[in-house]
């Protein structure tokens, strides 16, 4: 299994969330999870999909396509960390200038110091304490700021602040990725999954669940996946073998 694609559906579960793991070159669904509606559970589930995925059936993506619920840089650390390529959209806002003011990506960051220096060619440094677990920042000595010629274009502060995720190589990884041909491809070929969200909601009617609790959903999700996979094994097992063409002399 080469590419697998993740999502999760709730507007149809009520109260649950479907999350499928495909692999996109053979529209197989390989993991199914079910979680309470929210869309920070949808990472947790992709995790969750692809380590027992591989425990079971020793099955491992080279790469991963999802939506901008994927993007955390949590998510794609731990891709990162396990080889996978994350063809995921990241939003950064810190890309985005604010009056003219200078952007993050203005900034040289110094990865063996782990400081960043500014176009003035001044330091800002880190304590190296990550705010609610995820956001490092870095400071300019008031000092440097205060006389310092470009401070219009830097900030209305005191001192210009950067804050970086702990995640960021992932996440200017998965950044880079978005510049590629293979990025657009796999965003051409994600889409599969909705078809499989929609056969599920239209065609076997999961419009609302029977058995009730985290459990129960579980029990449906699994089921309607299974089914669904067995109806492509059937197409696959009745397509009938190539007519050999006829000569011509």
Known sequence: ??????????????????NYLMDMENAVIVN??????RISKEADATETMIERTEDRFGLKPDRLAGDVA????????WLVERNITPYIPVWDQSRVAAEGKFVRADFDYNKERDLYVCPGGKELRTSGTAHDGTTIKYIAKRIDCSGCPLKPNCTTGRERRISR?????????????METDAYYQSGVDRK??????????????????????????KEEFLLTATVQNLKRLANHSTTPPPQPQPMVA
């Open 32 to 37: 199914v999870e079910a979680t309470p509606t």
């Open 70 to 77: 994927y993007g955390t840089g949590e998510m794609l650390g």
């Open 165 to 177: 995720d702990v995640n960021q190589e992932a996440r200017d990884h998965a950044q880079a990725l």
């Open 1 to 18: 299994m080469a590419a697998w694609t993740a999502r999760g559906r709730n507007k149809i579960m009520f109260g649950y969330s479907l």
């Open 192 to 217: 599969q999954i909705e078809r499989l969200f929609g056969e599920a909601k239209n065609i076997l009617s999961m419009v609302r669940l029977r058995l009730r609790g985290l459990s129960g959903a």
